[in-house]
């Protein structure tokens, strides 16, 4: 019972800080699963996309009735995405838990800089247009290894996602947050549902996760919305680096 009440609540916070910054809350599930309730690494993997699921399907039917998400934007880059994310789960299954560790770690520090060291926070709401061509290559090769990385790793894949909007093709940090979560739900259901046929997902802890991290996002994605531009990528920023550094010092055994 503790475990499925714990499970429930980390959640329902990923579910809450996930859809307000734009990310599937893996970033948060995976180390609390691994580091506190002794999950395996494909175990936990397996359940935090379940999870994301719930948290994507429901933050973006919000931000979709207030008109933020880019479709074509969203539409173009998930096609990358979900190539990697149906690629992904046969790589991680046959890796070892150490490597998807310093893996998850790594990603999520880099990505931790370049958020925090990014462009000036445009504070309107209107997509940017006009890309180059080379801008959309690299956020194509960008969406390929972020759904590859997601897959494998147990996020969402938003912690690459909003950065390659936000950092690559110059758009706004809200519409960049609300898209991703569009992508997000397209690319957790795939993945996970890979993990569901290789049965690493068990009913009763499967419930459990969707049932927080939905009721979770119905929070945070309202509460997103009232949060400024640079409120949202200085506080996805330290989050992440909190999370990164645990991990990676999980996977040198540093830490237990």
Do not use: C
Request: charged share 10%.
């Amino acid at each position: 019972v503790f475990k499925h009440l714990f499970i429930l609540l980390t959640t329902f916070t990923a579910g809450f800080l996930g859809s307000m910054l734009g990310v599937g809350g893996g970033f948060l599930i995976v180390p609390i699963l691994v580091l506190l309730l002794r999950i395996p690494m494909h175990q936990a993997v397996a359940l935090s996309l379940v999870a994301i699921s719930g948290t994507a399907v429901s933050s973006s039917t919000i931000y979709i009735s207030r008109r933020l998400v880019d479709f074509k934007t969203g539409v173009i880059l998930e096609s990358a995405t979900l190539l990697g994310a149906i690629i992904g789960p046969s790589i991680a299954l046959k890796l070892e838990p150490e490597v998807l560790e310093f893996i998850f770690g790594s990603v999520l520090l880099y990505v931790t800089y370049r958020m925090w060291v990014g462009r000036e926070d445009r504070e309107d709401d209107k997509p940017v247009r006009g890309m180059g061509h080379l801008r959309w290559i690299a956020s194509l090769l960008g969406a390929f290894s972020a759904g590859l990385i997601a897959s494998m790793i147990g996020i969402g894949g938003g912690t690459l996602k909003v950065p390659i909007m936000y950092l690559i093709l110059g758009v706004p940090m809200r519409i960049a947050v609300a898209t991703s979560q569009f992508m997000i739900s397209l690319t957790s259901v795939t993945s996970s549902s890979i993990y569901i046929l290789n049965g690493l997902v068990e009913l009763d802890m499967g419930l459990a996760a969707i049932g927080g991290s939905i009721s979770g996002a119905q929070l945070g994605s309202r509460m997103g919305l009232r949060l400024k531009v640079h409120q949202i990528r200085r506080l996805f920023s330290i989050i992440l680096a909190f999370f990164s550094t645990a991990m990676i010092l999980k996977s040198i055994h540093i830490i237990s």
